[in-house]
């Protein structure tokens, strides 16, 4: 097992740990627990960063221009890359939705 694969299972760890603060968040928030929610968003909000920031190092490892042998790409790897294609989208999304619904509000 390479560095390259042990790095790839730690983003996979992260993002799994972020996907059950997702659950415990949705949880809390309808057993209308305020305080632990608030926790869970700001546990899950810095293991995001953290998944963004490990995915972003890994593709300047991969695409990196000078590399005079080409790097294989394992399966693991194309699966993250795609769900780091996945995650950017939804957050572009999600954030010029939040940016004209406040847009809108402020109107009124």
């Known amino acids: 097992m390479t560095a ?3 790095f790839v ?5 992260i993002k799994i740990v972020f996907l059950i603060l997702i659950i415990v968040g949705k949880v809390t928030l309808h057993k209308k627990n305020e305080a632990t929610y608030e926790k869970v968003m700001k546990w899950k909000d810095k293991f995001e960063n953290i ?3 490990c995915v ?6 991969i695409f990196f221009p ?3 042998i080409p790097l294989v790409i ?4 194309q699966f ?3 769900v780091y294609g996945i995650v950017v989208l939804i957050e572009l999304i999600s954030d010029s939705a939040f940016v004209q619904k ?4 402020n109107k009124k």
């Open 102 to 105: 406040r847009k809108e509000n």
């Open 9 to 13: 299972y730690f983003i996979f760890f």
């Open 4 to 6: 390259l694969d042990i």
């Open 74 to 77: 394992s399966k693991e790897t």
């Open 56 to 61: 972003s190092l890994l593709c300047i490892y």
């Open 51 to 53: 998944f963004l920031l």
């Open 66 to 68: 000078r590399r005079k």
């Open 80 to 82: 993250l890359l795609f």
